[in-house]
Nanobody
Framework: QVQLAESGGGLVQAGGSLKLSCAASGLTFSNYAMGWFRQAPGKEREFVAVISWGGGNTVYTDSVKGRFTISRDNAKNTVYLQMNSLKPEDTAVYYC????????????????WGQGTQVTVSS
């Protein structure tokens, strides 16, 4: 049974930082590209970042470029999202997702999802 478990969310002031983690189990982690998505209140879920199965390639949505960094540790079956210079508009539930081998920016490509972790950025 595949499980993705996010952690690290919380309340932070604008300009602050948070690091999200997503621990995976039940799959061969190194065979999966890992993505982060987010859903703000009243909005659709949107792509944030993705990292290739080997960690050598990353893609970010424009609004987080230069502020967020996605990384992974295949020995620990964990993907991370370091979020710096946070803004109130980053407030959302953040989800990690797994896609076999292929990097993707659309959520329908991902077969496995975590339950999400809340990030709230106060102004």
């Amino acid at each position: 049974q595949v499980q993705l478990a996010e952690s690290g969310g919380g309340l932070v002031q604008a300009g602050g930082s948070l690091k999200l983690s997503c621990a995976a189990s039940g799959l061969t982690f190194s065979n999966y590209a890992m993505g982060w998505f987010r859903q703000a209140p009243g909005k659709e879920r949107e792509f944030v970042a993705v990292i290739s199965w080997g960690g050598g390639n990353t893609v970010y949505t424009d609004s987080v470029k230069g502020r967020f960094t996605i990384s992974r540790d295949n020995a620990k079956n964990t993907v991370y999202l370091q979020m710096n210079s946070l803004k109130p508009e980053d407030t959302a539930v953040y989800y990690c997702a797994a896609n076999h081998l292929t990097m993707a920016v659309v959520e329908k490509s991902y077969g496995y999802w975590g339950q999400g972790t809340q990030v709230t950025v106060s102004s």
